[in-house]
């Protein structure tokens, strides 16, 4: 049984909505990349080594403390190697790091692909 034109309506208003609500979600979500914290990794991965060490040095010697210490030192320079790196905030119509200019709002394929879905719609409708 085919839909209503009341139905009809409601339904691409739905999808126009929630549509526009998952945009939204990946404008807010998405942006740019976290820059990787080279410092922070080199860090992490000193630690790790140097916690593993420890941790062998302590059983070695049959010394729980020292392998317990060993382990906390191994484990926070994984926690350190492993953290995300900082956000870069870019305001639009700056130039990023490459020199090019970054569009205000609208830059993304899911972006593009709204805008193509609106302008068929409005391009039906009248």
């Known amino acids: 049984m085919p839909l209503s034109e009341h139905e009809q309506r409601l339904l691409e208003e739905m999808e126009r909505s929630l549509y526009q609500?998952?945009?939204d979600f990946v404008a807010k979500v998405g942006g740019k990349r976290?820059?990787?914290?080279?410092?922070?990794?080199v860090l992490g991965?000193?630690?790790?080594?140097?916690?593993?060490?420890?941790?062998?040095?302590?059983?070695?010697?049959?010394?729980?403390?020292?392998?317990?210490?060993?382990?906390?030192?191994?484990?926070?320079?994984?926690?350190?190697a492993i953290a995300p790196g900082k956000r870069v905030a870019v305001e639009p119509g700056a130039p990023d790091q490459k020199g090019a200019k970054v569009r205000g709002g609208k830059s993304g394929f899911m972006?593009?692909?709204?805008?193509?879905?609106?302008?068929?719609?409005?391009?039906?409708?009248s």
């Open 21 to 23: 609500n998952d945009a």
């Open 34 to 41: 976290a820059r990787p914290a080279y410092r922070s990794i």
């Open 45 to 80: 991965i000193l630690l790790a080594v140097v916690g593993v060490g420890v941790l062998v040095v302590g059983v070695y010697f049959q010394q729980p403390l020292v392998g317990i210490l060993g382990f906390v030192v191994m484990f926070v320079g994984v926690l350190v």
């Open 111 to 125: 972006d593009r692909m709204n805008d193509r879905w609106e302008k068929r719609n409005d391009g039906g409708e």
